[in-house]
């Protein structure tokens, strides 16, 4: 069974970071691009970040871009958000998604809440 | 930018038929495929269509998806509706490669 288990969500003040794990299993994690897709309170899905299976290439949201940094460790099936400079409006639950053909979702995690406040 | 443009909300009532529409702001929404998530509150989105009309396994035939170019919207159609339907529906397809979404589409289903 494919689960995407995410963790390291929490309160952080203006200015500070945060790293996000997302924990993979029941597949062969290496295999996939992975994404992050966020959702502030009572707003819509937005796409964060996604990175390729060997790590090698990465994209970002303009809005995140020099902010955040997409990672992964194929031998510890686990994808991370390094996040630095975090705004107010960054406040969300971030959810990991697995991409099986480059550009859809096939599987999320439960998600994690960042919350971004002094 | 590439924007998917989605109704907020609609309703209907159960065993009708609802259509959700989900129209491409410029380009061809035919040119790259459309995938519709539904998210139920407190719960991480699940597909329910992918390249434009298929079905994951487990979705059930209620749920079809379509793509009308002449006026560039892909279509999510479910019929038979049943009160556990209601949750927001979510179309997503591509700009420049990079994923877009569309801002979601309540259905209330009374």
């Known amino acids: 069974e494919v689960q995407l288990v995410e963790s390291g969500g929490g309160l952080v003040q203006p200015g500070g970071s945060l790293r996000l794990s997302c924990a993979a299993s029941?597949?062969?994690?290496?295999?996939?691009?992975m994404h992050w897709v966020r959702q502030a309170p009572g707003k819509g899905l937005v796409w964060v970040s996604r990175i390729n299976s060997a790590g090698s290439i990465t994209n970002y949201a303009d809005s995140v871009k020099g902010r955040f940094t997409i990672s992964r460790d194929n031998a510890k099936n686990t994808l991370y958000l390094q996040m630095n400079s975090l705004r107010a409006e960054d406040t969300a639950v971030y959810y990991c998604?697995?991409?099986?053909?480059?550009?859809?979702?096939?599987?999320w995690g439960q998600g994690t809440l960042v919350t971004v406040s002094s | 930018n590439f924007m998917l443009t989605q109704p907020h909300s609609v309703s209907e009532s159960p065993g009708k038929t609802v259509t959700i529409s989900c129209t491409g702001s410029s380009g061809s929404i035919a040119s790259n495929y459309v995938q519709w998530y539904q998210q139920r509150p407190g719960s991480a989105p699940t597909t329910v269509i992918y390249?434009?009309?298929?079905?994951p396994s487990g979705v059930p035939d209620r749920f079809s998806g379509s793509i009308d170019s002449s006026s560039n919207s892909a279509s999510l159609t479910i019929s038979g509706l049943k009160t556990e339907d209601e949750a927001d529906y979510y179309c997503?397809?591509?700009?420049?490669?990079?994923?877009?979404f569309g801002g979601g589409t309540k259905l209330t289903v009374l």
């Open positions: 998604a697995r991409d099986p053909t480059y550009g859809r979702f096939d599987y």
């Open positions: 029941g597949f062969t994690f290496s295999s996939y691009w």
């Open positions: 997503q397809s591509y700009d420049s490669s990079n994923p877009v």
């Open positions: 390249e434009d009309n298929q079905r």
